[in-house]
């Protein structure tokens, strides 16, 4: 089925059918006519009346909401035409090819928010898939392509999908961290460690001035820098971040780690962020 139907049918149709006919939900799709975010937080508020609470939120091209109803899974996304698209198909399906896509990608080495199936994934609870196969950026200019492209996907959607929650990761360099966040309530921020106290040398600080570095907490000994959730915001934020890595004699993206990923209070779900073209380090 592929249809353009009204919130309200496109919903009722399925769920009916996810009870009484499970076997016709195979492929099912149907369209909503209307767009945009505030369609789309009516649409995940309805279903969640009628399935329970989601199972994953994702972002990429676009917000992705799935629920795992024991006999399928169900997405509500983005299709043709910026249209809200709600679909139906079996669990397996979809996890084979998801994986199967992100491992491709990972082994010839491509990166971009197009090709990926999604940029992050949040688990909110339950029985948590494994962390998907993540493309590594080869080159500084790949690596902040994908970082201004996560945080980007950040500022439009966390707030729609995970209300006030912020949602971050630590990027270790085998000597120091810096730390990248998107608060709906803040914008995006950005955190550097101040590498032994170095922020008291006036050679320092002026660098790290001059790099863009706002100012300095003593207490957490840590740089800080914030910028508007924006498009503008998101470029600065991963530019800051690449122009520190470089600056701090860091060879290659490949030597970085991506630790320390969560959203909302540390102990609330599972955050993989394979979109931010950084391995994974061992859980912290």
């Not at 279903?47 to 994702?58: D, R």
């Not at 139906?88 to 990972?106: D, K, M, S, W, Y």
Request: one cysteine or more; a negative charge; glycine letters at 10%.
């Amino acid at each position: 089925m592929n249809a353009v139907l009204s919130a309200e049918s496109a919903i009722m149709d399925l769920t009916k059918r996810l009870t009484l006919r499970p076997s016709q939900c195979d492929g099912y799709s149907a369209y909503y006519s209307a767009s945009g975010p505030l369609a789309m937080q009516r649409m995940i508020k309805d279903l969640i009346t009628q399935l329970g609470q989601p199972s994953q939120y994702c972002g990429g091209a676009g917000p992705i909401v799935r629920w795992h109803t024991g006999s399928h899974t169900v997405t509500l996304d983005t299709g043709e035409g910026h249209r809200i698209r709600l679909s139906a198909c079996q669990p397996r399906t979809l996890e084979e090819a998801e994986r199967a896509r992100f491992a491709g990608l990972a082994r010839r080495g491509a990166l971009t928010d197009e090709a990926l199936p999604y940029l992050w994934r949040f688990q909110p609870s339950g029985e948590f898939a494994p962390a998907p196969a993540t493309p590594l950026a080869q080159d500084w200019a790949e690596l902040e392509v994908a970082l201004e492209a996560l945080l980007r996907d950040w500022c439009q959607s966390l707030e729609l999908l995970l209300g006030n929650s912020a949602a971050g990761f630590t990027i270790d360099h085998g000597d120091g961290n810096l730390v990248l966040m998107v608060d709906p309530g803040d914008g995006v921020a950005v955190f550097a460690d101040s590498r032994a106290g170095a922020d008291r040398d006036s050679t320092h600080r002026t660098a790290m001035k001059a790099r863009g570095w706002q100012s300095f907490l003593p207490v957490l000994s840590y740089w800080e820098a914030y910028f508007d959730r924006t498009r503008d915001g998101s470029a600065a934020a991963a530019q800051l971040v690449v122009n520190e890595l470089r600056a701090r004699g860091v060879d290659t993206p490949g030597s970085l780690r991506l630790i320390r990923a969560s959203a909302g209070t540390p102990a609330y779900g599972k955050l993989d962020v394979p979109g931010a073209g950084i391995a994974p380090g061992p859980p912290q």
